[in-house]
């Protein structure tokens, strides 16, 4: 009687730690699917019935597979990011520097303060519109990428169309950069091109990439002051 009532014990706190488990995991993920825990358990029989110890189901190694070539896809497409925000903000830079500020402002929408012509064709773009979704909140700014940078990025379907992002610093409808400095405010570029998203492969996005980055190199060379931009 004494061995049956260990055994009970055993048996009912081995199951209050394998329900733990499960009730963390589904309360951490956000997810209670009891079809899947059915599932495993009707596994976990198959497997004891053919004494098989260790085994771990094809889905899920497709899926950290999965996984590994997205992490991929994304680092290429944030350096490609990195690249457009380098453009974006150098040819900000450049406008204040030879006009002593430029306006952000969140009223305007397509009406806003655009590039001067030779500073988007050396910089291949051209701000659509500017919006603030919330007073006080942060600016969205839309461009339109062109020249050489449209070109290469249409050799793969990809849309010119840019946005980023601009801290708001006062509080109300627009945003002054009355220095090149200012550009730090600058984040968040948004190119449309999504790892879990894309059909270019790994070789395509880099081949992107290398195409993209000998036009900022070429750039690199006729610029006073380098500014950091990291997506």
């Given at each position: 009687m004494e061995n049956t009532n260990h055994a009970i014990s055993n048996y009912e706190n081995l199951l209050a730690d394998i329900q733990k488990k499960a009730a963390d995991h589904c309360k951490t993920n956000g997810r209670y699917d009891e079809s899947l825990f059915n599932i495993g358990v009707e596994l976990g029989r198959l497997l004891h019935s053919n004494n098989i110890k260790d085994h771990r189901p094809q889905f899920f190694i497709d899926f950290e597979q999965a996984q590994i070539n997205y992490s991929k896809l994304d680092i290429r497409i944030s350096n490609i990011k990195s690249i457009i925000g380098f453009f974006i903000i150098h040819a900000i830079a450049e406008q204040v520097d030879e006009n002593g500020d430029f306006c952000f402002d969140g009223d305007e929408d397509t009406r806003c303060e655009k590039l001067d012509e030779s500073i988007a064709e050396k910089f291949f773009f051209q701000i659509s519109s500017v919006r603030q979704n919330q007073?006080?909140?942060?600016?969205?700014?839309?461009?339109?990428?062109?020249?050489?940078?449209?070109?290469?990025?249409?050799?793969?379907?990809?849309?010119p169309d840019v946005t980023f992002e601009i801290d708001n610093t006062t509080g109300g409808s627009y945003e002054v950069f009355y220095k090149s400095d200012d550009v730090s405010q600058i984040y968040y570029v948004n190119l449309g091109l999504h790892a879990r998203s894309t059909?270019?492969?790994?070789?395509?996005?880099?081949?992107?990439?290398?195409?993209?980055?000998?036009?900022?190199?070429?750039?690199?060379?006729s610029l006073n002051k380098v500014y950091s931009y990291k997506n």
């Open positions: 007073h006080g909140g942060n600016f969205e700014v839309d461009v339109e990428l062109n020249g050489q940078i449209a070109e290469i990025l249409s050799k793969y379907n990809i849309s059909e270019l492969t790994d070789s395509q996005l880099i081949e992107l990439e290398v195409a993209l980055k000998e036009i900022q190199v070429f750039l690199l060379l």
